[in-house]
């Protein structure tokens, strides 16, 4: 019996190794078995249908031919897909490889449809869709392309535009190897080097949608990285980012993420309640003077570590609007604590022992959690992260508030003109949670930063609305700063240009009379009161 042992051992692997169809594949990761039209992965069966493909670049044309729901082309996989569902998404498992969405190869220079819109490599409409890569290691499963503006393209080229609800990414690198080249470790043959060393608009994912989740993913390009921009609510979770300027999502929330900035503004702007970095990890290579937006909009940033060997200075924006009002907590440079901003340091909202905070970060069972739920959930409970019932016990456990909670503030007007003598200004505000635009602050105080010399009076300093009546008697125009806060720390700031009363214009003594003079010229005459 012990010598049957090893030879029926030996028989069943021999049989293993020569059933049809197994040893004919080899994928780049031995997780992944692929028999037959039988897909495994982590030694777990993933069943192929409707809503699950299976892509493999590696496959040839004729062996693709003898499976249903199996490709080798990302493109080709897009055109049969079929709109998923919150619980059952339609599914791209994808191989580790390089694919190219666009052929690098292909001398002609791309163009969009229409002179006002995008030139694409691949345009996808699929509600839920999710883009899976069979490693764990994001490097290993590649869609690139290498085009950008004036270089193969006639705009700025996009890789990909995805139209539709619930887009998702995992374990994916998405390329634009315009001007970055293209390291591929697991096969170095494909492997690629750059189109141009000229940075030029080389951009990544377009997306029209809500509830858009990206997981262990890589964004590499330079300039207008654009790594799914353009949804309502999105979180990337654990990702990396390689940018230049005017290149990340600015309504997005980052968490555990890295970056790598090569220059000094990665936001062109941010919108609705801005892009919030949570746990992140941000390595500058700029030269001087790092930002944060070119035009503007509300950044958050909490336990956030940058580390550079050639900054001097942290900005929200080249030139920061005292009005606005970003909010920080335990950001560093270099393992030291740094102030962002701290040249306008009013801009800055230190959350440190402030209920704000509550918004972004809580302790629970001397555990960090970063509550994304509160920013994430909007008004349908979205919970990507899966820690709503955590979140509700910490806040019971605890007793304040981690949900339902505004992190933006801001009054209406922000800007205003009035002249004293003659106008008063009401204000008010408007409060934001970050997935939703429904919320409400009450118990705001008011105060007013002015010069020595009154220029303004606030009525009442306390409430939802505030009155501002002028009282500048100087003979230029004042400003003031008129400064909302919440319980919560939450603020926001009006900005009021007072000017004197404007005195009529003097009367005439004698009236206007025009005569000509003997060189022939016309001349008036007249006396003011």
Not at 31 to 56: C, M, Q, S, T, V
Not at 299 to 312: E, G, H
Not at 345 to 360: E, P, R, S
Not at 443 to 451: F, P, R, S
């Amino acid at each position: 019996m012990k010598k049957l042992l090893p030879l029926l051992f030996a028989f069943v692997l021999l049989v293993l190794v020569w059933e049809p169809g197994y040893a004919q594949h080899h994928t780049l990761n031995r997780d992944i078995k692929f028999n037959n039209g039988r897909l495994f992965y982590k030694n777990k069966e993933i069943k192929l249908g409707p809503h699950a493909f299976y892509i493999d670049a590696q496959l040839t044309d004729e062996e693709i031919k003898q499976y249903q729901y199996v490709y080798n082309s990302i493109n080709e996989a897009s055109r049969h897909l079929n709109n998923g569902t919150e619980t059952n998404p339609m599914m791209l498992y994808i191989a580790p490889y390089v694919y190219w969405i666009d052929d690098p190869d292909d001398p002609a220079v791309r163009v969009a449809k229409t002179e006002r819109s995008t030139p694409f490599g691949l345009e996808i409409r699929c509600n839920w869709l999710k883009i899976f890569g069979l490693s764990d290691h994001a490097a290993d499963v590649v869609l690139a392309c290498n085009r950008g503006q004036t270089i193969g393209a006639k705009g700025n080229f996009t890789m990909l535009n995805i139209d539709g609800d619930g887009a998702a990414a995992e374990n994916i690198t998405f390329g634009n190897y315009c001007n970055v080249d293209l390291e591929y470790p697991l096969k170095p043959a494909l492997g690629r080097k750059k189109r141009a060393s000229a940075i030029v608009q080389a951009q990544l994912v377009f997306c029209n949608g809500d509830k858009i989740l990206v997981r262990n993913t890589r964004f590499i390009s330079r300039l207008n990285l654009c790594p799914f921009i353009g949804g309502k609510r999105t979180l990337f979770d654990r990702c990396h980012f390689e940018s230049t300027d005017d290149a990340l999502n600015g309504r997005a929330v980052y968490l555990n993420c890295t970056f790598d900035f090569y220059s000094g503004k990665p936001f062109w702007g941010t919108s609705g309640a801005g892009a919030v970095f949570l746990n992140c990890d941000i390595r500058s290579f700029t030269n001087g003077e790092q930002y944060f937006v070119k035009s503007g909009g509300q950044v958050a940033v909490v336990d956030t570590r940058f580390s550079s060997t050639s900054l001097t200075y942290i900005g929200w924006k080249d030139k920061t609007p005292p009005e606005t009002r970003n909010y920080a907590y335990n950001v560093s440079l270099n393992g030291k604590p740094v102030v962002i901003d701290s040249r306008n340091a009013m801009t800055t909202v230190n959350m440190k022992d402030k209920q704000i905070l509550n918004a972004y970060r809580l302790v629970y069972n001397g555990t960090v959690l970063y509550n994304t739920y509160n920013l994430l959930k909007g008004e349908d409970d979205w919970d990507p992260m899966g820690i709503k019932n955590k979140v509700l016990a910490a806040e019971k456990a605890n007793g304040q508030q981690y949900t339902n909670m505004p992190i933006q503030l801001l009054v209406v007007p922000p800007r205003e003109n009035i002249e004293t003598g003659k106008d008063h200004l009401v204000l008010k505000t408007v409060a934001r949670e970050w997935g939703s635009d429904k919320a409400a602050v009450s118990n705001l105080k008011w105060t007013m930063e002015q010069e020595a010399d009154p220029t303004a009076s606030l009525l009442p300093s306390e409430g939802e609305t505030c009155i501002v009546k002028p009282l500048n008697n100087s003979n230029e125009v004042k400003k003031v700063y008129v400064v909302a806060t919440a319980p919560s720390g939450l603020e926001a700031v009006g900005v009021v240009h007072i000017s004197p009363p404007i005195l009529p214009a003097p009367g005439f003594k004698v009236g206007p009379s025009i005569y000509k003079s003997s060189n022939g010229t016309l001349n008036v005459d007249y006396v003011l009161n």
